[in-house]
């Protein structure tokens, strides 16, 4: 059986299960009304960072049995779309078992996809989320996917075979894209460059995310998965998108001279 370890627990987010379940405890907000939402685009550095905006994003959703996690390859190891396929991923909260057969219905779906499990092995911008859906729904399956290069027109076709892939599965089904903003900024200019990218995520409009981002070279380092998020999600009937969530570094260090910026949003 295939085994995801932890490759940041420790660094990202804490490694003792008591410790990291406090810190989410103290992030998310359980008075909020949670909501149905098809997919949402939650940020991915150390959770002293970005973990209240995801905290946020995940306090807000309902989250079902079943969620497809994709994600950025930052370090440019393996396919350009990967899915892990089968077995287990771990965290400090547990185990999580991997959809394979959602996996598969992706697959089938898309000459895009590979079993690749290279991609996967030290990438961060996945696994941080886990332990955030595993606070709320601690017997989740995982569907993961990491994408590097891809051209709108295979964001557009991969986008549509997840579609098809959650209706042939037919059961409710969350697509979390996990993606940071603007990187190593001034915090003014992040704002002004990350709202022309949000504006067309909250338009439904995932043409003019890519290439928006592409055009003002926004360092929006998951615009890919955001882009396929989005074209999966309105396939499946999204009407609207909203902002949870909207911080920058500089909001915990206190220095706004070149900041990374962390946007969470819900698409529904």
Not at 49 to 60: E, I, L, T
Not at 231 to 243: D, F, I, N, Q, R
Request: glycine share 8%; net charge negative; charged share 25%.
């Amino acid at each position: 059986m295939k085994v995801r370890k932890p490759a940041v627990a420790g660094s990202f987010y804490p490694g003792d299960k008591q410790e990291l379940r406090e810190m989410i405890e103290e992030m998310v907000d359980p008075g909020l009304k949670r909501e149905r939402a098809i997919g949402v685009i939650s940020p991915h550095a150390g959770y002293i960072y970005s973990g209240k905006g995801a905290a946020m994003v995940f306090s807000r959703v309902q989250i079902p049995e079943d969620v497809i996690v994709l994600a950025p390859n930052h370090r440019g190891i393996g396919a350009d779309v990967a899915l892990w396929d089968e077995g287990k991923w771990i965290t400090p909260l547990g185990e999580i078992q991997v959809n394979s057969e959602l996996g598969e219905l992706i697959r089938e779906e898309s000459d895009l996809v590979e079993v690749d499990e290279s991609a996967h092995i030290s990438e961060h911008s996945l696994e941080v989320q886990i332990p955030f859906i595993q606070y709320f729904k601690p017997d989740f399956h995982l569907t993961p996917l990491c994408l590097l290069r891809m051209s709108y027109e295979q964001t557009e076709e991969l986008g549509t075979a997840i579609a098809r892939a959650v209706k042939k599965w037919g059961k409710l089904t969350l697509l979390v894209a996990s993606s940071d903003m603007s990187h190593y900024i001034p915090a003014k200019i992040a704002q002004r460059q990350d709202k022309l990218a949000l504006d067309k995520i909250l338009d439904l409009d995932p043409q003019g995310l890519y290439n928006t981002v592409l055009k003002h070279n926004i360092s929006m380092c998951g615009f890919i998965p955001a882009t396929v998020m989005l074209v999966a999600a309105k396939e499946l009937g999204a009407e609207k998108a909203e902002l949870v969530d909207y911080r920058n570094s500089g909001d915990v260090t206190g220095d706004d001279r070149e900041v990374v910026a962390y946007a969470s949003l819900m698409v529904k």
